[in-house]
């Protein structure tokens, strides 16, 4: 049961170009989410986030939508830069029990950016 | 800056061995975790823990337990080593950003 799908394994973009991964979500209970971004051979580091109470967050070239009707968020490069090549992860938080700061994470994008 | 160590970088063990990977952490967080991250999959929680010597169960438990002796200190063992288990192991500290993670670990089971 996969609650957070990232439904493209890859991606890849011109660069200078705009980047845009997609990320869809199917619990309600999630009001957090999270971009992280991995290189190979490192652990992930964070991005960018987002609260439910937001439709968008803005952070230098990264950009992230949130569509809550849809269960929907994506994020934006604008522009795109060949360092930016990696994996990109969504992750999502909020999804009750008695989980606490517990993220569910979706499969990863890789995103190639060419010169 | 938060930092979180894993002991090791690779490890290659032999089916059957009971493996432990390490993780620290240097700002007192209370949250830690430990994921595995397989291609096509994602990262998949297996275990995490909130306090010293408190656990909870993830989305894949099986085959591994932990140990949360110390608030800086989580452990990962795998009981009984199995080719299925495979993977890049990562551990993570929950800071106001989310998780902060360590390199993590690329165990071959051979």
């Known amino acids: 049961d996969q609650q957070v799908k990232q439904n493209s394994p890859s991606l890849s973009v011109q660069e200078g170009r705009i980047s845009i991964l997609n990320c869809d979500y199917t619990?309600?209970?999630?009001?957090?989410f999270l971009w992280y971004k991995k290189y190979p051979a490192e652990g992930p580091t964070f991005l960018i986030s987002?609260?439910?109470?937001?439709d968008k967050n803005e952070d230098g070239r990264f950009t992230v939508f949130l569509n809550k009707s849809a269960k929907h968020l994506s994020l934006h490069i604008v522009p795109s830069q060949p360092g930016d090549s990696a994996v990109y992860f969504c992750?999502?938080?909020?999804?009750?029990?008695?989980?606490?700061?517990?993220?569910?994470f979706g499969q990863g994008t890789i995103l190639t950016v060419h010169p | 800056d938060v930092k979180v160590t894993q002991s090791s970088r690779y490890l290659v063990k032999r089916t059957g061995e009971k493996v432990f990977l390490e993780c620290v952490q240097d700002?007192?967080?209370?949250?830690m975790f430990w994921y595995r991250q397989d291609p096509g999959l994602g990262l998949r929680l297996i275990y995490f823990?909130?306090?010293?010597?408190?656990?909870e169960k993830g989305d894949i438990p099986e085959g591994y337990s932990v140990s949360r002796e110390k608030k800086e200190r989580f452990s990962l063992i795998l009981e009984s080593a199995s080719t299925n288990q495979t993977s890049m192991y990562l551990c993570?500290?929950?800071?106001?950003?989310?998780?902060?993670f360590g390199s993590g670990t690329r165990l071959t089971v051979v």
């Open positions: 992750a999502a938080s909020g999804g009750g029990g008695t989980s606490y700061g517990k993220l569910t």
């Open positions: 993570a500290s929950e800071s106001n950003y989310g998780y902060t």
């Open positions: 619990n309600s209970m999630f009001d957090y």
């Open positions: 987002i609260s439910s109470i937001k």
């Open positions: 700002m007192d967080h209370e949250n």
């Open positions: 823990s909130y306090d010293v010597k408190m656990k």
